[in-house]
């Protein structure tokens, strides 16, 4: 991923890409699956902690990546396949489904298994859908 297109998508999520942020997204974006702010701190040895940890949250919170609860008490991360639409600014998510090697370890997006739309009833305003699997990865079984 290029830096042209990190740039566009912190422009689209309405934040300015200054040269941490996209030293910061960049590196998400080269990363396979879910990572640790430890993982994060390895790939960005220039960047200190407190950086990396205020990057994140602010990613988060303009729905760039979401947390993955794996169980492990560790917070992980994982980039948001989101739509922005500019002229309302919602966010429309492809939700998917995070799988917890119970050997390796590792927490992995299966991003071609779409978690379901759920239907509430009217008086509930849904944050946040998640599942999560837990089994042999393939390099395991």
């Given at each position: 991923?290029?830096?042209?297109?990190?740039?566009?998508?912190?422009?689209?999520?309405?934040?300015?890409?200054?040269?941490?942020?996209?030293?910061?997204?960049?590196?998400?974006?080269?990363?396979?699956?879910t990572f640790?702010?430890?993982?994060?701190?390895?790939?960005?040895?220039?960047?200190?902690?407190?950086?990396?940890f205020r990057?994140?949250?602010?990613?988060?919170?303009?729905?760039?990546?979401?947390?993955?609860?794996?169980?492990?008490?560790?917070?992980?991360?994982?980039?948001?396949?989101?739509?922005?639409?500019?002229?309302?600014?919602?966010?429309?998510?492809?939700?998917?489904?995070?799988?917890?090697?119970?050997?390796?370890?590792?927490?992995?997006?299966?991003?071609?298994?779409?978690?379901?739309?759920?239907?509430?009833?009217?008086?509930?305003?849904?944050?946040?859908?998640?599942?999560?699997?837990?089994?042999?990865?393939?390099?395991?079984?």
């Amino acid at each position: 991923m290029d830096n042209h297109n990190a740039e566009q998508m912190l422009l689209a999520a309405g934040l300015r890409p200054t040269a941490n942020r996209l030293l910061v997204l960049r590196a998400i974006l080269a990363h396979e699956g879910t990572f640790s702010l430890a993982e994060m701190e390895e790939m960005l040895v220039s960047v200190d902690k407190s950086t990396i940890f205020r990057t994140l949250t602010l990613l988060v919170e303009h729905h760039l990546l979401h947390e993955v609860d794996n169980g492990s008490g560790t917070r992980r991360y994982c980039l948001c396949e989101c739509n922005l639409d500019h002229s309302e600014h919602h966010h429309t998510h492809t939700s998917h489904i995070h799988f917890t090697c119970t050997r390796c370890g590792r927490t992995l997006c299966i991003k071609e298994v779409p978690i379901p739309h759920i239907d509430l009833p009217d008086a509930f305003e849904v944050e946040e859908i998640s599942c999560h699997a837990k089994g042999l990865c393939p390099d395991c079984r």
